[in-house]
């Protein structure tokens, strides 16, 4: 474990991102504890999660566009300053020998940094071109070949390229990194991600508040069952509700 927990000592000023309410509620909740080697975080869509696991990527020394933390590139910068702000607390002399933050938004812009600095460093990734691959292959690429024993890695919606079946193979290479001292913070809505093992899952609920949920009580979690318990069903009460 390299980040044992996150603390935010008030919020500096009333504008984005401290105004968010899951911002708001973390400067005035202590110490947010990630207990356990995976952290899972859920929420609903513009609840915060990326702006939390980017704030986290930037206090712990990652380029926020995504990468490692010899990264250095900007295509556009949008970061908030959420991560100047953030204290990572860390179990002293445990370093991350490696690391990586993805973001599905721009993984583009990194495979684009990937191709620039050249052969060697494209080895370490599989050996072909992020770009020559589709977008959720370059994923499981990327956790395969570049993810490695004693990391630190932050991933911002994975799912976002990945079938079910590519879900199911991050989820054991994350438990296999895990094995080999890894730590993870994964921002998901997948149902598959949240089931990782002996994974916390913390939900950023409505009000702001993140709490720590069961596997059965995350929202996509309970969601999707209800979906597929009986689909046509759920859909028409959903439009029933709707008219
Ligand atoms: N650069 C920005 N400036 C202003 N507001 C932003 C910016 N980035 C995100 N937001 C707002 O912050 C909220 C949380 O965004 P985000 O962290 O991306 O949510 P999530 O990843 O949970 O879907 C959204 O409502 C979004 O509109
Ligand atoms: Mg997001």
């Known amino acids: 474990m390299f980040i044992k927990a996150i603390r935010l000592d008030g919020v500096p000023h009333d504008g984005y991102p401290f105004s968010l309410p899951a911002v708001r ?3 005035g909740g202590g110490d947010l504890r990630l207990p356990t080697p995976v952290t899972l975080l859920a929420g609903d869509n513009g609840s915060g ?8 990527a930037v206090a712990a020394g990652f380029n926020p566009e995504g990468g ?4 250095n590139f900007a295509t556009r910068a949008s970061e908030s300053s959420l991560g100047g702000h953030l204290t990572l607390v860390r179990p002293p002399g445990r370093r991350p020998r490696t690391g990586f933050f993805l973001r599905a938004e721009s993984y583009y812009n990194v495979a684009t940094e990937i191709e620039r600095l050249g ?3 494209l080895a370490s990734y599989g050996g ?4 020559q691959r589709s977008h959720g292959e370059s994923f499981l690429d990327l ?3 570049r993810f490695g024993p004693g990391g630190l890695y932050l991933l911002d919606e994975p799912e976002a390229a990945l079938s079910v079946h590519g879900c199911l193979a991050l989820l054991l290479r994350i438990a296999d990194l895990v ?3 890894s730590q993870f913070i994964i921002a998901t809505h997948s149902p598959v991600l949240l089931a990782s093992p002996g994974a916390t899952i913390l ?5 702001g508040p993140i709490q720590r949920v069961d596997f059965d009580q995350a929202q996509p979690v309970a969601l999707t069952r209800a979906f597929l318990a009986d689909p046509a069903r759920f859909l028409d009460r959903l439009l029933a509700d709707e008219h």
């Open 25 to 27: 509620a973390l400067a």
């Open 49 to 56: 999660k990326s702006t939390l696991i980017e704030a986290i």
């Open 68 to 71: 490692s933390t010899s990264f």
């Open 119 to 121: 052969d060697s460093l």
């Open 128 to 131: 072909v071109s992020p770009h």
């Open 143 to 145: 956790a395969t070949h």
């Open 179 to 181: 094995a080999a001292g």
């Open 203 to 207: 939900e950023i609920t409505p009000d």
